[in-house]
Nanobody
Framework: QVQLIESGGGSVQDGGSLRLSCVVS????????MGWFRQAPGKEREFVAA???????YHADSVKGRFTMSRDNAKNTVFLQMNYLKPEDTAVYYC???????????????????WGQGTQVTVSS
């Protein structure tokens, strides 16, 4: 059974940084596509970033140049480095994984099999 455990959320001021971590158990991370989604109150869950098993990364336009997703195979963990945070980045951030998702479906939350419990990120102005 695949489990995803996120950590690293918190409260920061506008312009600050945070690094989210997602530890994977039950499967080797490099055999999975992994992603980060976020959901703000009253809004739909939205794509943030993804990394495929071949190491290719994809980032939403809203976070390009500020957020970077990476993977550490030895630690079976993926990360989301978030810099220059803005109040509109405030949301619950979810780690997700899938063994068969195709490229065109990466941005669709309904296409991912595994989800973490979420971690809150709050950015104040």
């Amino acid at each position: 059974q695949v489990q995803l455990i996120e950590s690293g959320g918190g409260s920061v001021q506008d312009g600050g940084s945070l690094r989210l971590s997602c530890v994977v158990s039950g499967r080797t991370v490099r055999t999975l596509s992994m992603g980060w989604f976020r959901q703000a109150p009253g809004k739909e869950r939205e794509f943030v970033a993804a990394i495929r098993s071949n190491g290719a990364t994809y980032h939403a336009d809203s976070v390009k140049g500020r957020f970077t997703m990476s993977r550490d195979n030895a630690k079976n963990t993926v990360f989301l480095q978030m810099n220059y945070l803005k109040p509109e980045d405030t949301a619950v951030y979810y780690c997700t994984g899938d063994s068969r998702i195709i490229l065109s479906s990466l941005r669709m939350p309904g296409q991912w099999d595994y989800w973490g419990q979420g971690t809150q990120v709050t950015v104040s102005s």
